[in-house]
């Protein structure tokens, strides 16, 4: 069976979330927009898809947008709140944000004249609110700082920056693509003029995300159309993406706190296993504030190119650094800024249902094989090595998995006629999803798991 340890990249589609799509996929497929009955069927989904995620975030249902996925949303939010905006043309961003953050400030930079500071971060890929306060000048429009890092999984203090951030009259975006479904999405705890989620890191399918944007909060559009989204966002909604994304975020919240406890002490069960018999093994990020999911580690010496090719001989899928930069051989920014040297990085990441097992067939094969360091000679290679950062990618439960942000893989498995866990809304038709493709992927342990209804009525 192959195993899939890349769920920082992305994670299967939960059972769950298939179900309450497939209406929307087939029989109601109206267009929200058209004013007849198949139309408001599907209107009516997306103001309970709306409803679903504004609950998690306390907020109006009318400050969700949806969007094409994670990307577009930072997007939105970067360009969009800092066009709209008679403030200044001042940024402040950490310097370990997703591409699709500095690369928006690149953009208004370039073409609209902002000047963008980037914040530095210690070696646990820690932003301190100070180093923020230091940065706010009276023209800053917006501060934009990663909730829980992809590559390393720090969580950042992003409250306390927002604090920073609002008592200078700046804005303050977060990226919480990697944080949704572990950590608190409130405005208590997250106090937030704009987040980003995305669909496909949750158990929703790829194509579909939100930006979560607070009244008040203006905005200039980057898509323009139909009107769509109140304006904001243009284009035909995607029903069936709403719907999964909706599903998948609330079954996530429902076992939010269970799930983080108990996959908290694998993980630290595993960054133990992993220091204390791989010869020159480093834990990257925060010792503590990270993701319950995270294990993430540097190998010194190690040739990440001939690691993934070891480990896919063997069954193991992982990956060479993060799927966000897609084909670069440069350097991870956020390894850079952590102090973290080219020669030290390497990266695999885990399966939905991984179990302990599992983790240990990977520490073995780790722990027995000694690359020759000559393979690092090339400077193909060098590039390579600097892109390989090992990371443990823990799975939520149930057959087919909630994939995490994190890399080796801790999972819990479906066991003999134990239910998965749901979340009902009387009236959805119960179809039927063949589990054999997800078996033959090791997404499930090969026991079937029952139909559950999800979804809008």
């Known amino acids: 069976m192959t195993l899939y340890l890349d769920h920082a990249a992305t994670s299967p589609v939960r059972r769950e979330v298939l179900e309450a799509m497939w209406p929307y996929l087939s ?16 209107s009516r989904a997306l103001l309970w898809a709306r409803e679903q995620i504004a609950s998690i975030f306390e907020c109006r249902p009318a400050e969700v947008i949806f969007t094409g996925g994670g990307t577009e949303s930072n997007n939105l939010a970067i360009k969009g709140i800092s066009l709209a905006n008679p403030r200044g043309r001042h940024l402040v961003v950490s310097a370990i944000e997703h591409p699709s953050v500095l690369e928006s400030c690149a953009y208004l930079a370039r073409l609209h004249g902002f000047e963008v500071t980037e914040i530095g971060v210690d070696r646990d890929g820690l932003v301190h609110a100070d180093d923020v306060a230091e940065a706010l000048r009276p023209d800053t429009t917006l501060v934009s700082v990663i909730y829980a890092h992809n590559e390393v999984g720090t969580v950042q203090p992003v409250a306390l920056i927002a604090d920073v951030a609002r008592s200078q009259g700046a804005a303050f975006h977060t990226d919480a693509v990697q944080a949704a479904g572990w950590l608190g999405l409130g405005r208590g705890g997250l106090p937030a003029s704009a987040v980003t989620i995305a669909g496909h890191k949750l158990g929703a399918p790829k194509g579909v995300g939100a930006l979560i944007l607070r009244a008040g909060t203006p ?14 966002r243009s284009g035909t909604e995607n029903v069936a993406g709403a719907v999964g994304l909706a599903t998948a975020l609330t079954l996530a919240e429902a076992d939010r706190a269970v799930a983080g406890a108990r996959l908290s002490v694998v993980r630290d069960q595993f960054i133990e296993a992993v220091l204390a018999t791989v010869p020159g093994a480093r834990l990257t990020g925060h010792s503590v ?11 010194e010496g190690t040739s990440g190119e001939a690691v993934l090719l070891e480990l896919e001989q063997l069954g193991v899928i ?37 179990t302990n097992r599992m983790l240990a067939r990977w520490l073995r094969w780790r722990r027995q094989c000694a690359l020759p360091s000559s393979a690092c000679k090339k400077s193909a290679y060098l590039d390579r090595i600097s892109r390989f950062q090992c990371r443990i990618v823990a799975v939520r439960q149930a057959g087919w998995g909630h994939g995490l942000n994190a890399s080796v893989a801790l999972a819990r498995t479906q066991r003999g006629n134990r239910p998965v866990r ?12 063949d589990g054999d493709t997800h078996r033959r992927h090791g997404f499930c342990d090969g026991t079937r798991s029952r139909a559950v209804a999800v979804g809008p009525a």
């Open 318 to 354: 992982v990956s060479s650094g993060s799927a966000c930069a897609a084909g670069s051989s440069d350097p991870s920014t956020a390894l850079t800024a952590m102090g973290i040297t080219p020669m030290w990085r390497t990266r695999p990441c885990a399966s939905p249902s991984a």
């Open 289 to 299: 504030l990270r993701l319950p999911t995270s294990a993430s580690f540097c190998f």
């Open 27 to 42: 029989t109601e497929f109206g267009n929200p927009s058209s004013h007849h009955s198949v139309g408001e069927s599907a």
């Open 219 to 232: 905005i200039e559009p980057l898509i323009h159309g139909g009107g769509q989204e109140r304006g904001r």
């Open 422 to 433: 749901s979340v009902r809304s009387p009236g959805l038709p119960r179809g039927r999803v």
